[in-house]
């Protein structure tokens, strides 16, 4: 990694450290603080400023080495900063970019209708020049603004006129809301169609990557400790093969994929190897997050140990960002050089 | 051989299920979970309706699986308030079965079973708790981690050291069995919170700081605990396979209902093959658990109890159902997220942890069949 990288990851550790890694249960059962949320903005983590030296845009390796680093302490901050960075601001108007870069308002997107299994009885459509309807599945469904698509197939961002009317089950990301928003509003403009929402989820791979590998190496990095020091049977569990073998492998896929996902990106490669990047990811870290527990024994179901969280984490994520059918079909299909895998 | 069941059990898994489908609602399930609190009412709908039958060991795996299948956290709750009567059962004089087995075994009374410390629970026999004989006192000092019914139960199956072990290699020696009452001085239950799954079971650390125990109520004979708590865990964790088989088919029966309702369907308007797959290895693994647990508690059940098929039929039915949460998860997507299977996800990854870990399971099958054991 350059120096220039190595200066960020390590500024960014060091945030963790500062603001993070005391109340990553906090923020859980809390939401994100508002001391934290400030510390993010001054970080320029929540707008695409200046992060490297004086006049240098954040570029995407940049970005998602903060989104990895930050994933390792609080998935949950790590996907404000994703949904804020990868998405709104991809989509969003100029002044709505401006307000949510300098704190003074919070945007999301819904974008959960590009996943499997959405359903929802009374989709967002237009009616006398006026969005109603609502959208299931928001993450940051508190939001000032709301990013969504309407079945007309305009993608809107929507800037009042709408609360949430449900609050949905938290698997994962718990330090965000998660619920269902009803719209009823003329307070909206139009910024693109539902196509330009499929795109910047496409060009969000890499930084889905990025959380997915976050989320497994914090939960590997905790096993890891914990094994340094447990003990059983007079010996520490680190100097048991059925402990050390699978942490040593996984900690070994994981600094491949990790690297693998930074030459992807200074690289610009193509789609389908990050689209394979993600996958792998995304796979090695529930395979990680449940050994992770597993060598906690009894403590890694429970909460105060921070290892739990990352196995509920993943799945979530997984969920809501990792469309697997579509995503393996693509893969077969560029293989094949035809549509492929279908049946 | 015969695989078909007979009227008894038949009709106690109906009756399991026409319990769960009354008393386990959606919301009682939600509730319990959010609020990590116990059941206390089914335990009542319980005695009243006598679903637990004791003097019948398959008519108990049943409907502990029967229940799980409805739901984890209510189906174990309402399953567990006798946890470590067996020991009393299999070791206990006539005066602590009538004091204390009897009431347990009636549904008036809760008892759960204290083996696993802060320091380790895989390693039982590096337990630190002690009972000194003081006169007509066992005088109990120490911690219990992790304790089911910890907070609610008025009896404890303890197991403490005696006398030192005779060497390093016998550890296991000098380890004592008790009957430890929670209303009496010097115990203490602090509730764990924040378990990621089964929260409507209760779970607590216990201490005891110079507890008073009546000689009497050591269980069997003084230095012979570890190997009555081994003879307990041979019989619990066919009960914790049972677990496992019904939380890993109730996600299946929640999968088959959603790719029936959703799919996705290929032009041919069948499933695509690649969740049809998923399918069948999920339903195969959980028959294969089905199949080892049914074999492992038929030993059982005939007072000749197989370990390591019981340790086969524990671990693999555990990681049946971790996977089959798994797999739902994946499939059902966001319909999964916001419904019970989010719970299943939780609840399940306990089965490879409680009663023994998968990595101490299949130390035990090795170790045992090398040994020439069965
Ligand atoms: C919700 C809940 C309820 C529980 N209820 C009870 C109860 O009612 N009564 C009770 O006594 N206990 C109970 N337990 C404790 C449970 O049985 C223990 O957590 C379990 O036995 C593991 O012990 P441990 O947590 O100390 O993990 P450890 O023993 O510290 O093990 C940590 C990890 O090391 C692994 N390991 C240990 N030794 C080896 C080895 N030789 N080779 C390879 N790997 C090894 C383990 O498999 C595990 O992965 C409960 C636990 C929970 C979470």
Known sequence: MEEEYRILENSVKDFNSKYLDNIVLKIEKEGIPEQVRKAMLEQGFLGMVQLLDGNKVMDKKALSIIIEVLSTSSPSVAMEVFLTNVLFHKLADEQSINEVSQGIKRGTVAFAELMSGYDNENELHMESEKLIGTKKYVLNSDADLIIASATDGNLYIIKSGFKEIETHRKLGFRGLKFGKVEFNTKDYVKIGTKEDLVKAYEEAHPFITALAIGIAEGSLMKAIEYSKVRSAFGNLLKDFQPIAFPISMQYNELSMLKNSLYLALSNESETADILFLKMKSIELAKEITKNSIQVHGGYGYIEDYGVEKFYRDIMSLSVLLYNEEEEKKKLASKLYETEAGYI | ?374
Request: aromatic share 10%; net charge negative; hydrophobic share 40%.
């Open chain 2, 1 to 374: 051989m015969d695989f078909e069941m007979d009227e008894e059990m038949i009709s106690a898994i109906n009756k399991a299920k026409e319990f769960a489908e009354k008393y386990f609602t959606e919301e009682l399930a939600d509730k319990m979970d959010r609020e990590e609190q116990f059941p206390m009412e089914l335990l009542n709908y319980s005695n009243r309706e006598g679903l637990m039958d004791y003097s019948n060991p398959w008519k108990i795996l049943v409907t502990i699986e029967e229940l799980c299948r409805k739901d984890p956290g209510l189906g174990i709750s309402t399953t567990v308030p006798a946890f470590g009567s067996e020991v009393l059962m299999l070791y206990g004089s006539d005066m602590l079965k009538e004091k204390y087995l009897d009431p347990v075994l009636k549904g008036q009374k809760i008892m759960g079973l204290a083996v696993t410390e802060p320091g380790g629970g895989s390693d039982v026999a590096s337990s630190k708790t002690e009972a000194k004989l003081e006169g007509d006192y066992y005088i109990l000092n120490g911690a219990k981690m992790f304790i089911t019914n910890g907070g609610i139960a008025d009896y404890f199956v303890v197991l403490a050291r005696t006398s030192p072990p005779p060497s390093p290699d016998k550890r296991h020696r000098g380890m004592s069995v008790f009957i430890v009452e929670s209303k009496w001085e010097g115990f203490k239950a602090n509730k764990i919170h924040g378990k990621m799954g089964v929260r409507a079971t209760n779970t607590a650390e216990l201490v005891f700081e110079n507890v008073r125990v009546p000689k009497e109520n050591l269980v069997g004979e003084e230095g012979k605990g570890f190997y009555y708590i081994m003879t307990f865990f041979n019989i619990s964790r066919i009960y914790v396979a049972a677990q496992g088989l019904g939380v890993a088919q109730g996600i299946l029966d929640r999968l088959m209902e959603h790719i029936k309702k959703y799919g996705p369907v290929n032009s041919q308007g069948e499933p695509i093959e690649n969740i049809q797959f998923k399918l069948a290895e999920i339903a195969t693994r959980i028959e294969a658990s089905r199949g080892l647990t049914y074999k492992a508690a038929s030993y059982l059940f005939k007072f000749n109890p197989n370990p390591v098929l019981t340790s086969m039929a524990k671990y693999y039915s555990g990681e049946t159902a971790i996977l089959a949460s798994k797999v739902a998860m994946e499939i059902m997507g966001l319909k999964a997220l916001n419904s019970e299977l989010e719970r299943f996800y939780r609840d399940a990854r306990i089965l490879e942890i409680w009663e023994g870990t998968s990595e101490i399971e299949k130390l035990i099958i090795s170790r045992m069949m090398l040994k020439g054991g069965k």
